[in-house]
């Protein structure tokens, strides 16, 4: 069983309710001021919910692998009869887990220079340059971490299932889970998943909107991956009828750049790629192939982290926008990585603009919960951290009661100042006619 409730750190909401004509639902809640922790909550934000399921909560419970995916990966690891299997699959896993950024040249040459620098302070030991050039060779090579590609064959493809194949579906569902908590009425027709592997992405997609996708378009180099996830699909057979219908396997990208889909996914392959220049070109090409919704997943290590922050920066900075599709993308869901299960990292970002959507502060660390009052450091909607203490006395027991109940990143139903109007003083009040 693996769980996704490992990130929960969003800022902004649906801009598709405002296209229905439904009232803005933060307009009706508590306001927040900032540097003062005081809330108005004279409004009924609750309707009839209870307080753990107040309109913030964003918590995925643990999900199970689909019974026919996990069927079907147990039928082709027996078929396969290879040996050790679970060994191998907890040392990809550790290897994936420990993995880090390949050193750009840039850097590289830099550390020569330095490593040059310091040995000529000691000029007697290197007065041939041939002797100096082997000394910081060598020191690279002992210094350097030695990034290499993984090269997906059969056997290695049937390890990374067995390692990966409950983790990835856990994390993706996760993303999933906070669009359509969020934006219940999006429903997507079309999906491309870059880096497929497994295809875990497209059975996480069919149990989140199956109902309404037609077209899966699963990417992946390997050709052994996207046969292996075929074959997943077929129950472990190459003739067997697709558990998911239309899904179709490519190893490269679209061509067209009037080719846009409703929900691009790249999980775990940013990791895969040798440059930061390559990795640069891939972001931009996924957004341009987005429509809505570009979702990136990585592990939840530093390294990864690092990778979702220089995608994210790239898209929200880039100067660059696609001439079929002009719209701004902001972040949906900002990523913060959160010690669970299936420890990962992600960031959806939206075409659109923040502007356009309701938007309540993120709950940014653990609350903590104490004798009456309860701690929130919340992260505003205009970038600024807060910390709030929330009592049943000063703010209502409802407020109270859901600060109580929510979790590190959970949407606290509360609005700032900086997007609605708080209520008037006595001494501002208007004059009456």
């Known amino acids: 069983m693996a769980t996704a409730r490992g990130l929960r750190h969003l800022l902004t909401c649906s801009r598709w309710r405002r296209g229905r004509g439904e009232a803005p639902q933060s307009r009706a809640l508590a306001a927040v001021v900032p540097g003062v922790s005081q809330v108005d909550n004279n409004s009924d934000f609750l309707g009839k919910r209870p307080h753990r399921r107040h309109p913030g909560v964003l918590q995925l419970p643990c999900v199970e692998v689909p019974p026919a995916l996990a069927a079907a990966a147990q039928f082709l690891l027996l078929e396969s009869s290879m040996p050790n299997v679970e060994k191998q699959a907890q040392a990809l896993a550790n290897y994936l887990w420990s993995r880090r950024l390949p050193v750009e040249p840039e850097e590289l040459q830099r550390r020569a220079v330095h490593l040059e620098e310091k040995f000529l302070e000691n000029p007697d030991l290197f007065q041939v340059k041939e002797k100096l050039r082997e000394a910081v060779l060598r020191t690279l090579r002992k210094t350097t971490y030695h990034w290499q590609e993984l090269s997906y064959n059969e056997s290695l493809s049937l390890v990374y299932m067995a390692a990966r194949l409950d983790g990835g579906f856990a994390a993706v569902s996760r993303a999933f889970h906070e669009i359509r908590a969020r934006v219940p009425e999006f429903q997507p027709q079309t999906l491309m998943d870059f880096g497929s592997g497994t295809g875990s992405v497209t059975w996480a997609a069919h149990s989140a909107w199956g109902q309404s ?45 009037k080719v846009q889909f409703d929900v691009v996914v790249s999980a775990f ?134 600060a109580r109940v929510s979790s590190w990143g959970d949407l606290l139903p509360v609005i700032t100042p900086s997007e609605s109007e708080l209520p008037l003083s006595p001494a501002e009040d208007p004059p009456r006619s």
């Not at 997943?232 to 990208?253: A, D, H, I, N, T």
């Not at 696609?322 to 719209?327: E, T």
């Open 213 to 257: 996708l037609r077209e899966y378009v699963c990417v992946d180099s390997s050709a052994a991956m996207l046969v292996l996830a075929e074959k997943l699909l077929k129950g472990g057979s190459e003739s067997g009828e697709p558990y998911v219908p239309g899904v179709f396997f490519r190893q490269f990208l679209p061509v067209s750049p």
């Open 269 to 402: 392959s940013l990791s895969e790629l040798p440059s930061k220049a390559d990795r640069t070109e891939l972001v931009q090409t996924l957004w341009r192939k987005t429509s809505h919704f570009l979702i990136l997943v990585e592990s939840g290590t530093k390294a990864g982290h690092c990778l979702l922050m220089d995608a994210r920066d790239l898209v929200l900075k880039g100067k660059e926008k696609s001439p079929l599709d002009p719209r701004p993308g902001f972040v949906f869901a900002p990523n913060k990585k959160k010690q669970k299960e299936e420890k990962f990292s992600m960031v959806i970002l939206a075409r659109g603009s923040p502007e356009e959507a309701d938007r309540w502060p993120r709950i940014t660390q653990p609350v903590l919960k104490r004798p009456r009052h309860v701690h929130c450091h919340l992260c505003c909607p205009d970038g600024h951290m807060q910390h709030a203490v929330i009592t049943a006395r000063q703010h209502g027991r409802d407020l109270y009661r859901c």
